[in-house]
């Protein structure tokens, strides 16, 4: 009988997310729901407080539909066009793990086409989310983590979390040095 570490070396290279641009007046940015309980809300807040940063802007709204859709990958034709009108995406929110494994690929996905990034996702899921990013390619993606459980919290609560972790996400966003995760 044999046995198999599952900590083995990855089949997949990894490729680093690089430095990225920060957050400018011109930055077209993105926003993207994975529609788990709260996650709209809680974009909508972090929105307003990069505009109360960063002056006025329109942001490009994506919604993945239900929290079934959360648990799933945006496909190929989504990851397109948020890359074609985005220079920048913040995405929320990891809070299980399946959704946190699908909004870690999607920032990737995106990533790989040259967009600026950063998911938020609860620190419950810390790990799953890191091991979900080296399994796809890009160990250092930027992760912001959020107190866990977001969906339960009352939404002025998501709201001053929201605002709590911008700065956090602006410099994740622009590929922090030491793996990007904040």
């Known amino acids: ?7 083995g070396v990855s089949a997949v290279a990894d490729h680093s997310y690089g430095a990225h641009d920060g957050i400018t ?19 909508q807040s972090f929105g307003a407080e990069l505009e109360s940063r960063l002056g006025p802007r329109s942001f490009v709204w994506k919604e993945k539909g239900g929290i079934r859709e959360s648990t799933l990958v945006l496909p190929p ?14 995405a929320a929110y990891g809070h299980c793990g399946s959704c946190s494994s699908a909004i870690v690929r ?4 995106l990533a ?21 990013a080296r399994s796809a390619g890009m160990s250092d993606v930027p992760i912001v983590w959020l107190p866990h459980p977001m969906a339960a919290r009352p939404s002025a609560e998501r ?24």
């Open 77 to 90: 034709a989504d990851i397109a066009e948020l890359a074609d009108g985005c220079d920048a995406v913040f």
């Open 112 to 132: 790989q086409r040259g967009v600026a990034v950063c998911a938020f996702v609860t620190d419950e899921f810390t790990e799953t989310a890191r091991f979900v």
């Open 1 to 7: 009988m044999r046995f198999y570490s599952p900590e």
């Open 159 to 182: 709201a001053r979390i929201a605002r709590d972790v911008t700065g956090a996400a602006l410099l994740a966003i622009g590929g922090v040095r030491d793996g990007a995760v904040v």
């Open 25 to 43: 007046e011109g930055t077209r940015v993105g926003l993207l729901a994975n529609s788990f309980p709260g996650s709209v809300d809680f974009l």
């Open 106 to 109: 999607d920032v990737i996905s």
